[in-house]
């Protein structure tokens, strides 16, 4: 076999097909493994370049071929299937595709950095967290819907749904088969109560423990959730060669649709992770809210912007800085100074 090149990898549950070219991009390796052939084989083949796309159980695969002594690198799905796959999609050429992205210099710049067992693990207690607040906004909504029906209403707030399922249990108006169903999704809501204070208790365990996101916390727009996400989705701070293609990355920079020398730019890409984005304009909506109260202690620059524009596009553009302050936080390993820069102050402390 002629030295490998790189070698571009499809996985999947159980087979994984393997594309591999030398230096003049000739293929020389075209191998479909089982999982268990799969560590075995890299294990005897000459180290090399290995790209996957990252997907699910990618960043294990990353770790694993790294232990062997292999370079890998992941590749965001996007980069690989709209460029380099035509009509036609197997696995074979799947495999051939990620090869040819991984020489692409523009997909270079895009790597995904692998995350470590310690950050997939910080990454799991967020995902699992969201997951179990998503479900307990659920099930208020849905106590909230069929109580409606029955003509019993409650004000906003999670601290009225107890009072609520306290009034449809000793309602004798209501069927016997209702009070049945309230009763289920009300021990569902009480269980999950525990269970997401337990959470909280975890993160904010972590959140202590990290040196970095006890310094992202001094910014004004970032919370505990807010910098345990920005730690465990921005793996290597680095990889951003400055900080508005960090801003990008997160979707917060706006869409430019220019051509024949118009510039024509719209609303923002909402590429990258959506709970970072959410989180990072959530912050920024509650800072917003604190400066239109007390608008003598909030940042001129905001003051100032919110005399022009409505809440919610201020709010994506204090975002937009906040995640480049993140970025400049991360990378440099300085803390938060709001009077850095006086002629181009970003945000002020509160």
Same mark, same amino acid.
Request: proline share 5%; aromatic share 4%; glycine share 8%.
């Given at each position: ?53 990252? *997907? ?42 990620? *090869? ?127 910098? *345990? ?57 509650? *800072? ?63």
């Amino acid at each position: 076999m002629a030295k490998l090149a790189r070698i571009g990898i499809d996985t999947s549950k159980s087979v994984f097909q393997l594309h591999g070219v030398d230096r003049r991009q000739q293929p020389v390796l075209r191998k479909q493994l089982r999982r268990r052939q799969f560590l075995e084989f890299f294990a005897k083949l000459e180290r090399t370049t290995i790209g996957l796309e990252a *997907c699910g159980a990618s960043h294990h695969w990353g770790r694993e071929l790294m232990k062997l002594g292999h370079q890998v690198v992941l590749i965001p799905p996007q980069h690989v299937k709209g460029s380099y796959i035509g009509h036609n999609k197997n696995d074979k050429i799947d495999a051939e595709a990620v *090869c040819d992205a991984m020489g692409r210099p523009k997909v270079q710049e895009r790597f995904v950095p692998i995350k470590s067992i310690e950050q997939s693990a910080a990454q799991m207690l967020l995902g699992v967290r969201e997951s179990l607040v998503k479900r307990r906004t659920q099930l208020t909504n849905t106590i909230r819907g069929h109580a409606a029906e029955f003509g019993l209403v409650a004000a906003k707030g999670l601290d009225k749904i107890t009072p609520l399922l306290a009034r449809i249990a000793t309602d004798d108006s209501l069927p016997a088969l209702a009070k049945e169903m309230f009763a289920v999704l009300g021990q569902e809501y009480v269980e999950l109560g525990p269970r997401i204070a337990k959470i909280d208790k975890q993160m904010m365990a972590f959140h202590r423990s990290n040196e970095v996101t006890r310094r992202l916390m001094e910014v004004p727009t970032i919370g505990p959730t807010g910098a *345990c996400l920005l730690v465990t989705k921005i793996v290597d701070p680095h990889a951003f060669p400055s900080a508005r293609r960090c801003a990008a990355w997160l979707g917060l920079t706006p869409k430019d649709h220019s051509t024949a020398g118009r510039q024509r730019q719209g609303g923002i890409t909402r590429a990258g992770d959506e709970r970072l984005r959410a989180v990072l304009v959530s912050g920024a909506m509650a *800072c917003i809210r604190h400066a239109r109260n007390r608008p003598s202690t909030a940042s001129p620059w905001l003051v100032e912007l919110l005399k022009r524009k409505p809440p919610k596009v201020a709010a994506v553009a204090l975002a937009n800085k906040t995640a480049r302050i993140a970025w400049k936080l991360m990378t440099s390993g300085e803390r938060y100074d709001p009077n850095r820069s006086v002629a181009h102050r970003g945000l002020t402390a509160s």
